[in-house]
Each structure stands twice: as C-alpha cells, then as structure tokens.
Nanobody, 119 residues
Framework: QVQLVESGGGLVQTGGSLRLSCVVS????????MGWNRQAPGKQRELVAT???????NYADSVKGRFTISRDNARNTVYLQMNSLKPDDTAVYYC?????????????WGQGTQVTVSS
C-alpha cells in the first residue's frame, strides 16, 4: 500500500505565503511524477502543478509566477511553495503521485489539506 500525507495548510491573509508538503510512504519501487491539485467549494478539482522525476515542472496559468513545486527524491516528498496568495486560491489542496510497484504504475492521492486565504 501507498500513503500520501499532506501538511502545511492553514489560514493566511491576502499576499501571504504557505508551504505545503506531501510525504509518500509504503511499498513501492520508485516514484515517477508528482503533483498538486486543488478543489474549491462548488468547483471541480483542478491541476495546480506537476513535477517529473527529473525535475521538469508544469503550472496552471492561474499560479504561474506565484507557486513553485519542488521535490526531494531522497525523502519521497513533494513541496508547493505558495506566495502572493489570493482569496481565489482558497481550496483543499491534494497531492498525487505515480508510483511503480509490483504491478503497473498507479496514481495515488493524499487526503487533502485546507488552504484559506482571507481578504
């Protein structure tokens, strides 16, 4: 089994910063892509950022220049540094990752961490 545990969410004022972390644990051979998604109340879940095993990144247009995704392969951890936060960034943030195990590659999701940006 594979578990993803996010942390770092909270309440912050407009213009503030937060750093989310997601640790992957369990039985697997290696981790491929990692990413962050978010879901605001009444809206569909949307992609925020992704990072490949080699460090190539991709961002949603709404967060480019404000958010930075990074990973520590030795710690099986992915981070999301969020700066210049806006009320529209309020959402539950989920990390996900593609893992290679005994079977075919599979995607796993964390339980989510709440980010609230006050105006």
């Amino acid at each position: 089994q594979v578990q993803l545990v996010e942390s770092g969410g909270g309440l912050v004022q407009t213009g503030g910063s937060l750093r989310l972390s997601c640790v992957v644990s369990g039985s697997f051979y290696s981790i491929n892509a990692m990413g962050w998604n978010r879901q605001a109340p009444g809206k569909q879940r949307e992609l925020v950022a992704t990072i490949t095993k080699r460090g190539s990144t991709n961002y949603a247009d709404s967060v480019k220049g404000r958010f930075t995704i990074s990973r520590d392969n030795a710690r099986n951890t992915v981070y999301l540094q969020m700066n210049s936060l806006k009320p529209d960034d309020t959402a539950v943030y989920y990390c996900n990752t593609e893992v290679y195990g005994l079977g075919p590659p599979s995607w796993y999701w964390g339980q989510g961490t709440q980010v609230t940006v006050s105006s």
